[in-house]
């Protein structure tokens, strides 16, 4: 009867100093790693058992041992846990790349408990101490930063840095609170495409190659069928070459995949210098008309008008990535390009007829005088 309370007693008096409630679980029990919650499990209610039996029965003390059991099972685990992000993708148009990172079993929940360090292909570029709040970049990457700091206690630690300062490669999110640490790989993958949609390249492209055949043919046909001076039909066709030029560099530009200026650049090459089609019609149907009739009227006004349509689109498809409005753009070109080939048409019309229901052509005109100054001095 007196052995049972004897081997309590020589338990409690072989610590006097430290009550048990305030010793931690048995480590040989409580391990770590895989199976860190079975046996974080196991040796808490072990060491339950053993308290039992080394504690008179106390209500309030047992009560209290098993609150302070409850609040050791979340931080019995060492190693922080991760949402799994495999890979995450930078496009063209993206300006800044994101790499997430959130730990999903922080206990503290503290800023000043956290030490965030980031790395790429095994190299550390970035980190963040908690404790001292204080920020350290490497020198090639001055825009790495924590996306929101305000976030970081609740287990988001991921990064925002420029697209010129963000390789592809394997990035590692290493996070450590207190003692306890873990991290995770996030690969990030750079998608190389072309700025606009195939399609709208290859109308784009068609565009240009049609404007400029319909120019060419337009020039040739006013200069073998009506009088123009030499002077002029070397205007006429230095003004092609030059659109000619400056439309394939722009096509040259416009066409490799991304979104830099070189592509900003090849686009406008495009669009701005098609003004020159417009006075080189009214241009045209002057070297033919004395008088010019209403419809070669409004055919430069309807290609005017094509123009300012496409130079809108232009404006809105500059600004945007992915271009929104490229189909307005395309639309005005296309403008262009109907009105030349309406030109085109009633031009050799005009140059093969004599002078039915039309103003007689300027070389009509020229002949007919030429022959009556001829009789007048006869």
């Known amino acids: ?147 929101d700091l305000s976030l970081l206690p609740n287990g988001t630690a991921s990064l925002i840095l420029s697209r010129e300062e963000a390789p592809p490669g394997n990035y590692t999110c290493d996070v450590a609170e207190s003692s306890r640490e873990g991290d995770t790989i996030v690969e990030l993958i750079h998608i190389s495409t072309s700025w606009f949609q195939p399609t709208e390249n290859s109308f784009i492209i068609a565009t240009v190659i049609v404007a400029a055949v319909l120019y060419f043919s337009q020039s040739v046909v006013v200069a073998m069928r009506f009088d123009m001076t030499l002077s002029k039909k070397i205007g006429l066709f230095l003004a092609e070459l030059i659109v000619i030029f400056l439309a394939v560099i722009g096509v040259i530009l416009l066409i490799p995949a991304g979104y830099e200026s070189s592509q900003q650049i090849g686009l406008a090459l495009i669009v701005v210098p098609a003004f020159i089609l417009v006075p080189i019609l009214h241009f045209l149907f002057t070297s033919v008309f004395e008088k010019q009739p209403l419809f070669a009227i409004i055919l430069v006004f309807l290609k005017a008008i094509g123009y300012i349509i496409a130079v809108a689109g232009f404006g809105l498809c500059v600004l945007a990535c992915p271009p929104k409005q490229g189909s307005i753009m395309i639309a005005g070109l296309a403008i262009i390009d109907i009105v030349a080939a309406i030109g085109l048409i009633y031009l050799i019309v005009i140059g093969g007829s004599s002078l039915r229901d039309h103003q007689p052509p300027r070389k009509a005109v020229e002949e007919s005088l030429n022959d009556a100054k001829g009789v007048m001095l006869e």
């Open 1 to 147: 009867a007196k052995s049972a309370p004897h081997g309590r007693r020589s338990l409690a008096s072989s610590s006097p100093a430290v009550h048990p409630l305030l010793l931690p679980p048995p480590p040989s029990i409580c391990f770590f790693g895989r199976r860190e919650r079975r046996g974080c499990a196991r040796g808490l209610a072990l060491s339950r058992s053993l308290l039992r039996l080394a504690l008179p029965p106390s209500a309030a003390l047992r009560d209290a041992f098993l609150l302070r059991s409850r609040h050791q099972q979340q931080p019995c685990s060492a190693q922080l846990y991760f949402e799994k992000v495999r890979s995450v993708t930078l496009d063209i148009c993206n300006t800044s790349a994101i790499i997430p990172c959130r730990v999903t079993n922080l206990i503290l929940h503290r800023t000043n408990a956290i030490f965030v360090k980031w790395k790429l292909q095994g190299s550390e570029f970035f980190s963040y101490d908690g404790v001292e709040n204080k920020v350290t970049r490497n020198s090639t990457f001055q825009s790495a930063n924590l996306l």
